[in-house]
Structures are given as structure tokens and as C-alpha cells.
């Protein structure tokens, strides 16, 4: 792992759609995917761009429902996140000529934004929907350890 710090952006759908994508810090992208709102899935991609970086920033434009297994699972990794409001990052699609709104390219901003501004706000992992699906996800591997054990 020869890279100190990279920052991962992730465009929350409202619905089902989200993308990560990874910059180091020079703003070159290390990896761009789609996501799917699947634990396992979820979990495989956290293991991954964990693995581009000694420490990966995580970054996310949306911190409610849709947002909330993410920010579990991050929490139960061990990731701080941080929130990046929508309209900073709109601020910032400004400065990046180039293909209108898509999931990919707002995810890449939203990297961007978290590697440019370090003012970003923490989000509180203990917050109660956080907290409690957590909980939840955690029951749920008992339950099923227990099943295949």
C-alpha cells in the first residue's frame, strides 16, 4: 500500500443509484464503480478502496434513509465520514468543465471536495438510525453464523 491518504467520494441515490470513487492526492482517480444498496456488496467495496490506502477519507452528499446501511457498515469498519452538502459540491461541478450530471462525475466531486476542503463536517456515527442499523447488521451475522455453523 504505497499511498499515505486517498479520499473516496459517494453520490447517495435517493432511490438506488450510487457511485465511490477514490482519489489520491494528487485528484488522480484510483477507482470509479457503481454501487448497489446490498450489504455484502457494500462491504466487498468498503474492503476494497480500504485496501488503495493507509487511510481512506470518506466522503457522502447525503447523510439520511438512503444513506444509512453505508454509513453502518462504515461505522462498524471503523471509518470516520464526512458530509459534503450538496450545493458545495454544486459550487465545485463549476470549476470542472466537461460532461453534464452524472453519477460518476459527482462522486468524483465529491472526493474532490473532501480532498480540497478539510472543513468538511464529521458525521456523528452514534446518530440513532446509524447506530441502530448497525445493531441490526450486527444480529444479522449472528443469526447468520449461527445458521451455517
Same mark, same amino acid.
Given at each position: 500500500m504505497?499511498?499515505?491518504?486517498?479520499?473516496?467520494g459517494?453520490?447517495?441515490?435517493?432511490? =438506488? =443509484?450510487?457511485?465511490?470513487?477514490?482519489?489520491?492526492?494528487?485528484?488522480?482517480?484510483?477507482?470509479?464503480?457503481?454501487?448497489?444498496?446490498d450489504?455484502s456488496?457494500?462491504?466487498?467495496?468498503?474492503?476494497?478502496?480500504?485496501?488503495?490506502?493507509?487511510?481512506?477519507?470518506?466522503?457522502?452528499?447525503i447523510?439520511?434513509? &438512503?444513506?444509512?446501511?453505508?454509513?453502518?457498515?462504515?461505522?462498524?469498519?471503523?471509518h &470516520?465520514v464526512?458530509?459534503?452538502p450538496?450545493?458545495?459540491?454544486?459550487?465545485?461541478?463549476?470549476?470542472?468543465?466537461?460532461?453534464?450530471?452524472?453519477?460518476?462525475?459527482?462522486?468524483?466531486?465529491?472526493a474532490?471536495t473532501?480532498r480540497?476542503?478539510?472543513?468538511?463536517t464529521?458525521i456523528d456515527?452514534?446518530?440513532?438510525?446509524?447506530?441502530?442499523?448497525?445493531?441490526?447488521?450486527? =444480529?444479522?451475522?449472528?443469526?447468520t453464523?449461527?445458521?451455517?455453523?
Open positions: 504505497a499511498r499515505e491518504v486517498a479520499w473516496a459517494v453520490d447517495i441515490g435517493k432511490a =438506488h =443509484h450510487r457511485w465511490v470513487c477514490v482519489v489520491d492526492s494528487e485528484g488522480t482517480k484510483l477507482w470509479s464503480a457503481k454501487l448497489v444498496n450489504e456488496e457494500l462491504t466487498a467495496v468498503i474492503m476494497k478502496v480500504s485496501g488503495l490506502a493507509e487511510q481512506v477519507v470518506w466522503t457522502v452528499d447523510v439520511s434513509a &438512503p444513506a444509512a446501511l453505508l454509513l453502518a457498515l462504515l461505522a462498524q469498519a471503523g &470516520p464526512r458530509y459534503a450538496g450545493r458545495m459540491v454544486a459550487a465545485m461541478s463549476a470549476a470542472y468543465a466537461g460532461e453534464g450530471k452524472t453519477d460518476s462525475k459527482d462522486a468524483f466531486l465529491i474532490e473532501a480540497i476542503r478539510r472543513d468538511l464529521v456515527q452514534s446518530a440513532d438510525l446509524t447506530r441502530n442499523l448497525g445493531l441490526l447488521i450486527a =444480529h444479522r451475522n449472528d443469526l453464523a449461527d445458521r451455517s455453523g
